[in-house]
DNA sequence: TCCATAATTTGTATTTATTACAATGTTGAA
DNA sequence: TTCAACATTGTAATAAATACAAATTATGGA
């Protein structure tokens, strides 16, 4: 393994460390996936890519790590899709826009809406918004 | 059947007509059981409820049914749950609200932030709120 | 170092939501 | 009335996610 690759996860280790996750191999390879491909993967997307490079890896650590990492405020769930639940490992306040044409799931860098309600107690709120992207508009 | 009942179908029919649909005894019972049962059901909460009714009813035929509902514009399709798709009649411009201690799906009357891209080209937007509803915090 | 215990990972089975599809039933226009 | 188009049904398949027990690995104390 080159040496870049070794600081990287030492680095990972202490921020998992710090969070209270014991480092193990897979849990800093899924992050160090999460942190290096920022295309709001699905727990089958980060299986698939691992899987080659991790071959006992089991999907049931993919969703247990991913729904850690969540849990733990370090990532966030994604519903944008409907059936199936992306991972963004960018948990801070930014919006989501999905192409209706290829499927490709952006970040929109603006902070999202803050709304309250008389009745309701409101603690998060996420914005999804939809359209054709950059590269569908030029084809 | 009660009178009333039957003066709602005939008013849904047309409703159905217009789009385009024809207005079957099953797609008319759907439509009626969404506009009197505003919490955003799921196809298995129409199926449950309707079944009782429609003995012959089938989950396909409500799966289909709510589907080109949502296609004709006439209904929402709302991602607030992840896993499973939940469906307003009302498709308004108006945002959701979901209680995480209960689950219940509450609408905001208010209409969704307009936001812009200078990369994509914006269509359409959700925004959804997570916390604790009036009901649970008074407990 | 060795062992016991705890934590983590794995693989299989299960659950849940949804769709595919073919067979059956219904409806409306010629 | 007949037929073709459309709608519904039921079964099977697909897909995402979870449950759970067995296997593996890590950890800390003697």
Redesign the interface.
Known sequence: MKRENLVYSEEIKEILLKKGIAPSFQRIKIYEYLISHRVHPSAERVYIDLVGFIPTLSRTTVHSTLNLFADKGMAR?L?????L?RFDIDSSDH?H?K??KCGEV?D?L?S??K?T?P????????????????KC?EE
Request: charged share 25%; proline share 3%.
């Open positions: 769930r519903f944008i899709d409907g059936n639940v919006m826009f192409c209706t952006y929109i603006k999202s809406p709304v309600s009745e309701h107690k409101v603690l998060s709120g996420e914005m999804y918004l939809y359209g054709i992207c950059k508009k």
